[in-house]
């Protein structure tokens, strides 16, 4: 996709961190499938009751979200 930079984002609230990885290039020119790492990422992420989103509006955009604390931490 031509990617010169990526932006990494890493924040909490109270009960979540976020982290969020984006990059400069293209969009991809078809729906993204999600296997293999993505794939294994969500399903990672739903065991501690978090989210992942994918956007390609623009570009390459992944949203992840979890619960904090012990019992959550991946």
Known sequence: AEAKNVWIDIS???A???LSIKNDGHAPSSEIK???GLKNI???LEIY???MDIDTSECFALRTSW???ENYDL
């Open 49 to 51: 009751g978090g989210t």
């Open 42 to 44: 969500r399903a990672r």
């Open 16 to 18: 979540r961190i976020n």
């Open 12 to 14: 909490e609230d109270d």
């Open 34 to 36: 999600e296997k293999g």
């Open 67 to 69: 619960l904090k604390g």
